[in-house]
């Protein structure tokens, strides 16, 4: 197995984390506090801020992988 198949298939399995993550992260907000203006900050804790970190982190390997598969192709 060479390395670019390596960097192609990471990224593939990177793109579906990423794509979980931030629907779990979306999950139960909807478009009602952008139209009625009501809203509330609240900070992220727990599980919240683990998804959140998570996402960050799966995000930044994403664009090094990418940056390697290009540099390698």
């Known amino acids: ?5 390596i960097l192609m298939l990471s990224q593939i399995v990177l793109s579906l984390v990423i794509i979980v993550l931030v ?8 478009l009602s506090p952008a139209i009625s203006g009501v809203g509330m900050y609240r900070t992220k804790r727990g599980l919240e801020k683990l998804i959140f970190i998570l996402t960050i982190v799966f995000s930044v390997a994403l664009v090094i ?3 390697a598969f290009f540099v390698l192709k």
Request: proline share 0%; hydrophobic share 40%; charged share 10%.
């Open 1 to 5: 197995m060479n390395l670019t198949l």
């Open 65 to 67: 992988n990418s940056i």
């Open 23 to 30: 629907l779990f992260q979306s999950k139960g907000k909807g």
